[in-house]
C-alpha cells in the first residue's frame, strides 16, 4: 500500500509537468561564421633557423563579408605529441591575419593554428596546419671520398619533403 501511494504521487507529479507551459526563447539570431581558405593542405617542412613560414590565408565571414576590422588575430605552433624544451605551446611572432614567421621553434612536428576571434560575438574560430621542424643535418648520411686527390665530404639529407 505504502508503494501505491507513491507510484500514484509520481504519475500524478509527471502529468502536471505535462502541462507546464514552456517560456523559452525563440527569437535566434545568426552570427557571423568566419570561413578559411588559402590554408596549406599538405604537411609543410622548415629548417630551424635557416626557413620561413609564410601564409596567406582568405577569411571571409557570413555576415561581414571579407571586412576583417571587427577580427584579433593569433598564430600559435603546439606540439603534436609530447613537448619540445619542455613546452608544448608557442606563441609565433604574428598579430595579423597573414604570417610570415622566421622558424626559431625546436625540432619537432607541430600543429600551426590560425585563431579569429570576433570581437562582437567573443567566438573564436579556428584553422590549423601541419609543419615539421628540422635541422637539415640531422637525418642522413655522411659520404667522405676522394676527387682528384682531395677528400670531400657530403651530406645526404633526408630531413625535409624532398632529399
Known sequence: MKYLNYITLFVV???????????GNYDYNEINEVKFSGF??????AFRNVDSIKVYPDIEGT?????LS?????????VKSGSADGKTNFPLDSNTVNLEYFVKLPDAEYS???YVKDETTNV????AFDLKVTTSLNEGWMILSEDQGFCRLDVVSLSGKDE
Open 124 to 127: 573564436t574560430w579556428r584553422q
Open 40 to 45: 596549406p593542405t599538405e604537411k609543410q617542412f
Open 63 to 67: 555576415l561581414q563579408g571579407k571586412d
Open 112 to 114: 600551426v593554428y590560425l
Open 70 to 78: 571587427n577580427y584579433s588575430f593569433k598564430w600559435e605552433a603546439v
Open 13 to 23: 507529479g509527471l502529468l502536471l509537468t505535462g502541462c507546464y507551459k514552456d517560456l
